[in-house]
């Protein structure tokens, strides 16, 4: 199972709500990511978890909340988003003991803020 | 990590090779050059990756020139499902540690067409 699979695919929230997005893998890998893609721009990283802890945090806005429960999933807590953060949410996770360090990303959650 | 200067966009024929260039001129020692691609509406996906020497897997050739300044991905017979956008993406190995241990940050990549 080489999968990394996110869910919802599609996600529409009003600026009050609280939702969350979910990943998950299941190929032991112990380094999981959250990228986040405007439309036609390149994925901008956001938060790196290194066995379940938290490693890197590009300086994302609190009203976005990185949870890693356990080795194979990974969540978004999302509330009080504004518009501009409509986007294609990615999710990477790698295997930190592999040689490519090659990352192996979900089709992303589509979301959308009104 | 290195920067890294790639065209905006490229086209191709269908069946021919396809050639990305990509300059790293300020590469160092031990970063190692990565190609990722994102077809439209999907995830990135790894392609290939090398330090120094010519690589080559079942989805495309790597040649990085000897000064490790610039590399070129080839893509030896494209076809219409190879329309993307490529990332060269120059970065230390996860194994190297540091504080961008583990980051993998792209630039804005080439919009490759393959036309029939």
């Known amino acids: 199972d080489t999968e990394v699979t996110q869910t919802p695919k599609h996600l529409v929230m009003g600026m009050t709500n609280k939702k969350s997005l979910k990943c998950e893998q299941h190929m032991g890998h112990r380094a999981m990511y959250w990228y986040k893609q405007k439309a036609k721009k390149p994925p901008e990283l956001m938060f790196v978890?290194?066995?379940?802890?938290?490693?890197i945090n590009e300086s994302v806005p609190s009203r976005f909340s990185p949870e890693c429960p356990n080795s194979s999933l990974l969540n978004l807590h999302l509330h009080a988003l504004q518009p501009e953060d409509s986007a294609l949410y990615l999710c990477a996770s790698r295997g930190v003991a592999e040689k490519t360090g090659e990352l192996f990303f979900g089709e992303g959650s589509r979301l959308t803020v009104l | 990590d290195a920067k890294t200067t790639q065209p905006t966009s490229m086209d191709c024929a269908e069946g021919r090779a396809a050639n990305l260039p990509c300059n790293h001129s300020?590469?160092?020692?031990?970063?190692?050059v990565y190609w990722y691609r994102q077809i439209h509406s999907q995830g990135p996906q790894y392609i290939i990756h090398g330090l120094k020497n010519n690589e080559t897997n079942e989805m495309a050739s790597l040649i990085i020139t000897e000064d490790r300044k610039s590399s070129t991905l080839i893509l030896p017979h494209a076809t219409l499902r190879d329309t993307a956008v490529y990332y060269c993406i120059v970065r230390a190995p996860p194994w190297a540690g540091g504080t961008s241990y583990g980051k993998l940050t792209f630039g804005q990549g080439t919009i490759l067409t393959v036309h029939p």
């Open positions: 300020t590469i160092s020692g031990n970063e190692y």
């Open positions: 978890y290194s066995y379940e802890k938290l490693s």
